[in-house]
C-alpha cells in the first residue's frame, strides 16, 4: 500500500512526502501561490506520464524490442460536453479531460507497433483514472491550539 502525507507550510505550498522521498505542490502567481512546486493538476499528470513511460519501457525491455525513445505529454483541461467530439455521446455538463501524446520510437515492425499503442492506456495509473476512483475518507476538524 502507498501512503502520502501532504503538509500545508505557508500559503499554498504543500510539502508532500512518501517517507522516502519530499518534494513541493504549489499553485501558480496567478492563482495565488507562489511557484515553487507544480500545482496538484501538474503533480497527477506527471504521475500518469511517468508510468505511462515505464509501462512502455518494463513491456519492450520484456518482450527484447530495441527502443530509443519514449516520450509522454499529458495536457488537463475542462471542455463542454457538447464541445468534444472524443467523448461519451451520453456526457453532458463540464468534464475533465487528458490528452495525451505519447511518441515511441524504435525498431517496430506494423504488429508491434500495434501493441505497443496498445499497450500505452494500459499503465496502472491511466487504468486506474480511467475506471474512477472509490474515495473511503476520515475527516477530522479539530478546534486549534
Not at 511518441?103 to 508491434?112: H, L, M, Y
Request: glycine share 8%; aromatic share 6%.
Amino acid at each position: 500500500m502507498t501512503t502520502i502525507t501532504a503538509e500545508l507550510t505557508e500559503g499554498y505550498v504543500v510539502r508532500i512526502s512518501d517517507g522516502r522521498h519530499q518534494w513541493l505542490a504549489d499553485e501558480p502567481l496567478d492563482a495565488g501561490g507562489t511557484d515553487v512546486g507544480p500545482s496538484p493538476y501538474e503533480l497527477l499528470l506527471g504521475s500518469l506520464a511517468a508510468c505511462t513511460a515505464i509501462t512502455v519501457s518494463l513491456y519492450v525491455q520484456r518482450k527484447g524490442f530495441a527502443v530509443t525513445r519514449v516520450n509522454a505529454e499529458y495536457t488537463f483541461d475542462r471542455v463542454h460536453a457538447e464541445d468534444c467530439a472524443t467523448c461519451d455521446d451520453d456526457a453532458t455538463g463540464v468534464l475533465d479531460r487528458v490528452r495525451s501524446h505519447v511518441v515511441v520510437e524504435g525498431d517496430f515492425d506494423a504488429a508491434t507497433a500495434e501493441r505497443v499503442r496498445q499497450i500505452v492506456s494500459r499503465c496502472p495509473v491511466h487504468r486506474t483514472l480511467e475506471a474512477g476512483v472509490h474515495f473511503d475518507e476520515t475527516v477530522e476538524v479539530r478546534p486549534g491550539s
